[in-house]
C-alpha cells in the first residue's frame, strides 16, 4: 500500500487551532499610585489560542488587522458571572498601557481618587481571539469573559482620616529634672470597620515641630506595629508614642492597604496638631514677690499690714514661700540650717490658674506655702527645701 505525500489544505478544508482559553488573577486591590492616580493591578495569563501552534504549522491572519487578542476590562458592582458576546458592553476602564499579545501580562487599571464610601467593584476581563475567527458563529468571533474578580476599594482621604483620633487622656506632656527632656508622649487609635481596608500593616510618619504653635515640620520618625499597645475596645487598633520633647506633632500615613502616596494627614485634631508642652523647672516665683520669699518676725508690737502682705505674731515668726514649675503637688520643708533637722513639712496642691488654661495653651504649676516658725528663745537659721512630684528639688 502506497501512503500518499502529505497536503496543504485544500479550498474545501480548514486547519483548526486551539481554542481561546486565559486566566486572570488578581494583582492588587485599588492602591495609590500617585497622589492623583489610583490603579487596580489585574494578571492575564492566555494559556491556549491561534497562536499556540507547533512548528511548521503558523498562526492564521488575525481577523481585522491589528493585535491578534482584543483585551478590553470591565467592572461593576454585582457579583456574577458575564457571558460571551460579541460586544463587550460598556463603559470599558481605561489602561495604564494598551495590552499586547504576550501570553503574560499586567492589566494596569488607571482611577481618580476614591470618593467616600467608594464600593467594592467585581472586574471582568474580556478577550478576544481575532485569528481564525469568521465574525459571525465561529467561537473566535466572540469576547470570553473571566470570572469576577472582587476589587477592594481604596479608602477616600476624609474616610482614612475619620478613623484616626488622639485619646486625650493618655497625652502626656514633658516632665523632667532636666530641661529639654524628651518624656512626653501620646496615644491615638484606629478603628477597623467592616468596609475599612485592613489587609497590610499601616506605619505612620511622625512630624515635629518645635514651635507648639506648628507650621514648620520635619519627619521625626516612624509610628508601625512596634508602637501598638494592648486596647480591650472591640475594633480598635492603639499606638503609643513616646519618647517626645516639647512642640507640635503631626501624624501622616505612609503605608496602608490604599497605598504609600499622598502622606494623608491623618492627626484628625481641630486645632490640626498634638501639641506636647514642657514643664518649666522648679525655681522660686518671683512673679509677685521679688524674691519669692517672705519673711515677717515674730514681734512684741503687732502692726496691721496690708493683705496679702504676712501680717506680724507675737507668738511666731512666718516664711512663705514661693514656688513655679515642676509638677505639683510639691514638697516643702523648713530646716534648721545648723542641725539639719526639719522644723516643718507640707505638701501642697498647684493653685487654681484663674483664668483656666485649657489644651493646648499651657501654663506651669505655682503654689505658695506659709510656716510658723517657733520662738526658741533665739536667732536662729533656717534653709527651705522643696521638692515637686517627681523629685526634682
Same mark, same amino acid.
Given at each position: 500500500?502506497? *501512503?500518499? @505525500?502529505?497536503?496543504?489544505?485544500? /479550498?474545501?478544508?480548514?486547519?483548526?487551532? @486551539?481554542?481561546?482559553?486565559?486566566?486572570?488573577?488578581?494583582?492588587?486591590?485599588?492602591?495609590?499610585?500617585?497622589?492623583?492616580?489610583?490603579?487596580?493591578?489585574?494578571?492575564?495569563?492566555?494559556?491556549?489560542?491561534?497562536? $499556540?501552534?507547533?512548528?511548521?504549522?503558523?498562526?492564521?491572519?488575525? =481577523?481585522?488587522?491589528?493585535?491578534?487578542? +482584543?483585551?478590553?476590562?470591565?467592572?461593576?458592582?454585582?457579583?456574577?458571572?458575564?457571558?460571551? /458576546?460579541?460586544?463587550?458592553?460598556?463603559?470599558?476602564?481605561?489602561?495604564?498601557?494598551?495590552?499586547? +499579545?504576550?501570553?503574560?501580562?499586567?492589566?494596569?487599571?488607571?482611577?481618580?481618587?476614591?470618593?467616600?464610601?467608594? @464600593?467594592?467593584?467585581?472586574?471582568?476581563?474580556? =478577550?478576544?481571539?481575532?485569528?481564525?475567527?469568521?465574525?459571525?458563529?465561529?467561537?473566535?468571533?466572540?469576547?470570553?469573559?473571566?470570572?469576577?474578580?472582587?476589587?477592594?476599594?481604596?479608602?477616600?482621604?476624609?474616610?482614612?482620616?475619620?478613623?484616626?483620633?488622639?485619646? !486625650?487622656?493618655?497625652?502626656?506632656?514633658?516632665?523632667?529634672?532636666?530641661?529639654?527632656?524628651?518624656?512626653?508622649?501620646?496615644?491615638?487609635?484606629?478603628?477597623?470597620?467592616?468596609?475599612?481596608?485592613?489587609?497590610?500593616?499601616?506605619?505612620?510618619?511622625?512630624?515635629?515641630? @518645635?514651635? *507648639?504653635?506648628?507650621?514648620?515640620? *520635619?519627619?521625626?520618625?516612624?509610628?508601625?506595629?512596634?508602637?501598638?499597645?494592648?486596647?480591650? *475596645?472591640?475594633?480598635?487598633?492603639?499606638?503609643?508614642?513616646?519618647?517626645?520633647?516639647?512642640?507640635?506633632?503631626?501624624?501622616?500615613?505612609?503605608?496602608? /492597604?490604599?497605598?504609600?502616596?499622598?502622606?494623608?494627614?491623618?492627626?484628625?485634631?481641630?486645632?490640626?496638631?498634638?501639641?506636647?508642652?514642657?514643664?518649666?523647672?522648679?525655681?522660686?516665683?518671683?512673679?509677685?514677690? !521679688?524674691?519669692?520669699?517672705?519673711?515677717?518676725?515674730?514681734?512684741?508690737?503687732?502692726?496691721?499690714?496690708?493683705? !496679702?502682705?504676712?501680717?506680724?505674731?507675737?507668738?511666731?515668726?512666718?516664711?512663705?514661700?514661693? =514656688?513655679?514649675?515642676?509638677?505639683?503637688?510639691?514638697?516643702?520643708? =523648713?530646716?534648721?540650717?545648723?542641725?539639719?533637722?526639719?522644723?516643718?513639712?507640707?505638701?501642697?496642691?498647684?493653685?487654681?490658674?484663674?483664668?483656666?488654661?485649657?489644651? !493646648?495653651?499651657?501654663?506651669?504649676?505655682?503654689?505658695?506655702?506659709? $510656716?510658723?516658725?517657733? +520662738?526658741?528663745?533665739?536667732?536662729?537659721?533656717?534653709?527651705?527645701?522643696?521638692?515637686?512630684?517627681?523629685?526634682?528639688?
Amino acid at each position: 500500500m502506497t *501512503t500518499p @505525500p502529505a497536503t496543504l489544505p485544500g /479550498a474545501n478544508q480548514r486547519l483548526t487551532y @486551539p481554542k481561546l482559553a486565559f486566566t486572570v488573577t488578581k494583582g492588587s486591590d485599588m492602591v495609590c499610585e500617585t497622589s492623583t492616580n489610583y490603579v487596580v493591578k489585574l494578571n492575564l495569563k492566555l494559556t491556549s489560542g491561534t497562536d $499556540f501552534v507547533q512548528s511548521p504549522m503558523l498562526p492564521p491572519a488575525v =481577523v481585522g488587522g491589528g493585535n491578534r487578542y +482584543d483585551i478590553i476590562v470591565t467592572r461593576r458592582t454585582i457579583n456574577a458571572q458575564q457571558l460571551k /458576546a460579541s460586544s463587550v458592553p460598556m463603559p470599558h476602564m481605561t489602561l495604564a498601557t494598551a495590552p499586547s +499579545d504576550n501570553h503574560t501580562q499586567e492589566l494596569k487599571v488607571t482611577l481618580a481618587p476614591p470618593a467616600p464610601g467608594e @464600593p467594592t467593584y467585581y472586574y471582568t476581563v474580556w =478577550v478576544k481571539d481575532k485569528g481564525n475567527g469568521d465574525g459571525a458563529t465561529n467561537y473566535c468571533g466572540d469576547y470570553l469573559p473571566s470570572a469576577p474578580i472582587e476589587v477592594l476599594p481604596a479608602e477616600a482621604e476624609s474616610d482614612l482620616k475619620a478613623r484616626h483620633h488622639l485619646d !486625650p487622656a493618655k497625652r502626656t506632656d514633658v516632665k523632667s529634672c532636666t530641661a529639654g527632656a524628651a518624656t512626653g508622649s501620646f496615644e491615638f487609635t484606629r478603628t477597623t470597620t467592616p468596609p475599612a481596608r485592613e489587609d497590610v500593616d499601616f506605619e505612620y510618619a511622625l512630624e515635629w515641630d @518645635p514651635n *507648639t504653635s506648628g507650621g514648620s515640620y *520635619t519627619e521625626k520618625g516612624t509610628i508601625d506595629n512596634s508602637n501598638i499597645v494592648p486596647d480591650n *475596645t472591640p475594633n480598635t487598633v492603639r499606638y503609643r508614642v513616646t519618647g517626645l520633647k516639647k512642640g507640635a506633632y503631626r501624624i501622616k500615613i505612609k503605608r496602608s /492597604a490604599s497605598g504609600s502616596c499622598g502622606w494623608v494627614d491623618v492627626t484628625n485634631e481641630t486645632i490640626g496638631r498634638i501639641v506636647i508642652n514642657e514643664h518649666g523647672q522648679l525655681s522660686k516665683d518671683t512673679s509677685s514677690i !521679688p524674691s519669692g520669699i517672705e519673711l515677717a518676725q515674730m514681734t512684741c508690737d503687732p502692726t496691721t499690714v496690708t493683705p !496679702p502682705a504676712l501680717q506680724p505674731q507675737s507668738g511666731y515668726a512666718q516664711l512663705r514661700v514661693h =514656688v513655679v514649675g515642676g509638677v505639683a503637688p510639691y514638697t516643702f520643708r =523648713v530646716k534648721d540650717a545648723s542641725a539639719g533637722s526639719v522644723i516643718e513639712e507640707a505638701t501642697v496642691n498647684a493653685l487654681p490658674q484663674i483664668p483656666a488654661v485649657t489644651y !493646648p495653651d499651657f501654663a506651669d504649676d505655682k503654689a505658695n506655702h506659709t $510656716f510658723q516658725l517657733p +520662738d526658741k528663745g533665739r536667732d536662729y537659721k533656717v534653709m527651705v527645701e522643696i521638692t515637686d512630684a517627681n523629685g526634682c528639688i
